[in-house]
């Protein structure tokens, strides 16, 4: 059974940095795409990042060049690296992963993943 279990959430002032985790478990972690996806409060979810099997990367354009997604397949986790955070990015970040192994996919679309984590809190005060 796939199990994701995020961490490194919290409360940061605007400017900050925060990095979260997402560890999983029950399968062959180098072998599947993860990402990011986040919903913030009166708001749908929506992608943040995600990277393939073979490292390639793909973010939302409102965290493009703030964010940073990549994965230690060593450590069966996958970090989100954000910076320069604003106020807007107040929300609960989920971790997902699909049930199949596929290159090509809508990384982009969170009906795509399979699998979720159950959310870690990120609080950006201004």
């Known amino acids: 059974q796939v199990q994701l279990v995020e961490s490194g959430g919290g409360l940061v002032q605007t400017g900050g940095s925060l990095r979260l985790s997402c560890a999983a478990s029950?399968?062959?972690?180098?072998?599947?795409?993860m990402g990011w996806f986040r919903q913030g409060p009166g708001r749908e979810r929506e992608f943040v990042a995600a990277?393939?099997?073979?490292?390639?990367?793909y973010y939302s354009d409102s965290v493009k060049g703030r964010f940073t997604i990549s994965r230690d397949n060593a450590k069966n986790t996958v970090y989100l690296q954000m910076n320069s955070l604003e106020p807007e990015d107040t929300a609960v970040y989920y971790c997902?992963?699909?049930?199949?192994?596929?290159?090509?996919?809508?990384?982009?679309?969170?009906?795509?993943?399979?699998?979720w984590g159950q959310g870690t809190q990120v609080t950006v005060s201004s």
């Open positions: 990277i393939s099997s073979n490292y390639y990367t």
């Open positions: 029950g399968r062959t972690f180098s072998a599947y795409a």
């Open positions: 997902a992963t699909p049930r199949l192994s596929i290159r090509l996919m809508n990384y982009r679309s969170a009906g795509q993943y399979d699998y």
